[in-house]
């Protein structure tokens, strides 16, 4: 059997548990949410790109509905390419997210934030404390561990990482004084679950298609969960994400031959009935398909379960890409068309 731990990737996915019970012992949630609570904004936006741009996503779908500002997921690749369209009116407090902290989009939201809102309150969270996210002046700073700052392309410590702290910081249900609890209850969950996943993933046929599956934040972690393995396969393996609703209203087209399909079920009865209906129908309509419904403990909801649910997706993607030949920790080594750190990107001057 491939000996995975050569990969750094499969360390950092393995590491996760031990970096979230130590972080969140450490993690100054009082002190973060009092100056939260005294930027006096009634809109937070999450922001980033790719999978630091999903954290928003899960986010503010696992936030809906609280009491307090509003929370929106917006891109910073959506405000770089249209600045004016959205730095305007009122201030909102931006959440920046960044893994490196120096992809040039993460710049170009500095820059433009400059030009256009200045005493907008920015909040940058970042993997690496070395970063421009981290040093620039102007904004409150969140450096994670730097055990957080994946050495490998595909984003997976540092993703959930920086999810949970902002959970931590946004989600009201969760008193203060709860978070090292919390953080440790989720480290022990997914150290219990990983024998587990690595023996499904290890097992698991390398299908013609994957699809990824689940409401609400879970449908935000179908897309995660996707593009790990689109990212990890470099494109050998095709990925598709979407809600479960949503599934039927033509994506479901997708579902040929030796596709297979994972189903992020949620802890809501009432959203888990609409899980179910699906999951029998795939598996009576597909029956050259391999349909899976994680069984994930969700004592905290649907947020704080994406990582648990996007960590199985993680490893299945590091199998299938040493399987097929790849550099688990450079997919596209030698291409020069992907990179860790996205480059290629021109930023053009920021008018008012």
């Known amino acids: 059997m491939t000996d995975l731990t050569r990969h750094a990737t499969f360390r950092e996915i393995l590491a996760q548990p031990a970096i979230w019970a130590a972080w ?4 100054p949630v009082s002190d973060l949410r009092h100056w939260i609570s005294g930027t006096g904004t009634d809109q937070v936006w999450f922001c980033g790109a790719g999978t630091s741009a999903y954290i928003g996503d899960i986010l503010a779908a696992g936030l809906e509905g609280q009491e307090g500002p509003r929370f929106r997921s917006v891109p910073t690749t959506d405000i770089v390419a249209r600045p004016n369209t959205y730095l305007r009116g009122r201030p909102k ?50 450096a994670l561990p730097e055990a957080t700052h ?20 946004f989600d009201t249900a969760l008193a203060t004084h709860d978070t090292p609890n919390r953080f440790a209850t989720l480290a022990d969950g997914l150290q219990t679950l990983l024998p587990t996943f690595i023996e499904a993933a290890r097992t698991a046929r390398r299908p013609q298609r994957a699809v990824f599956i689940g409401s609400g934040p879970l449908a935000f972690a179908a897309r995660e969960a996707a593009l790990k393995v689109m990212e990890l396969a470099a494109g050998k393996v095709p990925a598709l994400w979407d809600s479960t609703l949503g599934f039927r209203h033509g994506p479901k087209s997708f579902t040929v031959g030796e596709t297979d399909l994972w189903l992020f079920r949620s802890a809501d009865p009432h959203t888990r009935a609409y899980d179910d209906d699906l999951l029998a129908e795939l598996r009576a309509q597909f029956p050259h398909s391999i349909i899976s419904a994680p069984d994930i403990p969700q004592p905290h909801g649907d947020l704080w379960s994406t990582p648990l649910y996007v960590a199985l997706a993680q490893l299945l993607a590091v199998h299938w890409s040493d399987a097929l030949g790849l550099n688990v920790d450079d997919p596209f080594a030698g291409q020069g068309t ?11 001057p920021v008018t008012p």
């Not at 992907?338 to 053009?348: D, F």
Request: charged fraction near 10%; charge should be positive.
């Open 24 to 27: 969140g012992a450490q993690l």
């Open 93 to 142: 407090l931006i959440v920046s997210f960044g893994r490196s902290g120096n992809s040039t989009e993460s710049i170009g939201l500095l820059d433009a934030l400059d030009a256009l809102a200045p005493t907008w309150p920015r909040l940058n969270i970042t993997c690496n404390g070395t970063s421009i996210l981290a040093t620039r002046p102007g904004a409150k700073v969140i």
């Open 150 to 169: 994946d050495l490998g392309f595909a984003m997976t410590s540092s993703f959930s990482t920086m999810l949970l702290t902002a959970a931590a910081l």
């Open 338 to 348: 992907l990179t860790r750190v996205v480059s290629g990107v021109r930023l053009h």
